[in-house]
């Protein structure tokens, strides 16, 4: 069994393995930084206009889960519907409210058509569910997505989707062109 090494040769290896050293001048670190940070500003949700504001003229009645939407504003033509469900304009998004309560499907559905506008999207597909699952089967989104899509300053029409892209449970809606693509007058069509 090897010779177990005495205090002094403990002391040397000890030396020897970490070297020179240099006496530390202050043995006490301030816990707080010299520099103060930067200030960051607050953030903000999204604040988006409020574009609910088309006054509502006519009374808007409470639909049922198979009653089909059709809405045209002041100045459009009739045939512009028919227009829309043979696919004349094309799709270039789509919001899915399912699932959602009606005041997170109303910031949503807010923020989507915003964010179209600001895209140049014309023609959109929102679906919002027929209401199966509603109490009394009256479909509570259905309806608003009806009241809110008639005051929206940016809608031009809106009409239920073919059976096969939702029926009854979506709608497609046509938007002003305007923005950066620049305005038109949309009463040609």
Same mark, same amino acid.
């Given at each position: 069994?090897?010779? %177990? ?20 001048? #202050?043995?006490?670190?301030?816990? @707080?930084?010299?520099?103060? !940070?930067? !200030? ?8 988006? !206009?409020?574009?609910?504001?088309? !006054?509502?003229?006519?009374?808007? #009645?409470?639909?049922? @889960?198979?009653?089909?939407? #059709? ?29 959602? @309560? #009606? ?38 989104? %259905? ?47």
């Amino acid at each position: 069994m090897p010779k %177990k090494p005495t205090k002094k040769e403990d002391s040397q290896l000890f030396q020897e393995a970490i070297g020179k050293v240099t006496p530390i001048k #202050s043995d006490k670190h301030p816990l @707080t930084p010299t520099r103060k !940070p930067r !200030p960051h500003p607050k953030k903000t949700g999204l604040q988006l !206009p409020d574009k609910l504001i088309r !006054p509502q003229t006519e009374s808007v #009645s409470t639909l049922q @889960t198979e009653d089909t939407l #059709s809405y045209t504003a002041d100045g459009m033509q009739k045939n512009i519907l028919k227009k829309m469900r043979r696919g004349h304009f094309g799709l270039d998004a789509e919001l899915d409210l399912h699932g959602l @309560t #009606s005041q997170q499907a109303k910031r949503e559905l807010i923020k989507f058509l915003h964010f179209c506008e600001q895209d140049g999207c014309r023609c959109v597909r929102i679906i919002h569910g027929k209401g199966y699952r509603s109490t009394n089967n009256l479909p509570i989104l %259905k309806n608003d997505v009806n009241l809110w899509l008639r005051q929206h300053q940016e809608v031009q029409a809106f009409c239920s989707a073919a059976q096969k892209e939702g029926g009854a449970g979506a709608v497609l809606v046509l938007l002003r062109l305007s923005g950066k693509y620049g305005d038109q007058d949309d009463s040609e069509y």
